[in-house]
């Protein structure tokens, strides 16, 4: 409900954040997002691993987004973690730990991976 404003990435931003040129960043996000489109475009299953976050993971009509549990324990704190988990032990689906395969998350065990 609603409209929603899009806004474009800010690529000069993420450029001076990781210390690379914008036509670099530019060049990457272009590129993995062409591919993707590619590969979901032929039915391929995919994960995008965001390096030291989580995994999304596309397979076949299901996206599942994966988080690391030491990504969110430095977002919230091991405690705070360890009490949503006890109070929702569903969320403990949607974490993993960063040593786990990737195919492993998956159904088919069949996966294209995204560095």
Known sequence: PGSKVLEP???????MDVSVSRRKVEGCIVG??????HCLGKG?????????????LIEDRRVQM???SDFLERVSGKRILEEAA???PQL????????VPIA????????????
């Open 9 to 15: 990435l800010k690529y000069a931003k993420v450029a």
């Open 32 to 37: 993995i997002t062409s591919l993707l489109s």
């Open 44 to 56: 391929e299953n995919v994960a995008l691993v965001l390096r030291d976050v989580a995994v999304l």
């Open 66 to 68: 994966t988080f690391y």
């Open 86 to 88: 006890f109070k929702v």
């Open 92 to 99: 403990l689906d949607t974490v993993v730990s960063q040593m």
């Open 104 to 115: 492993s998350l998956t159904f088919t065990r069949r996966v294209i991976v995204f560095p």
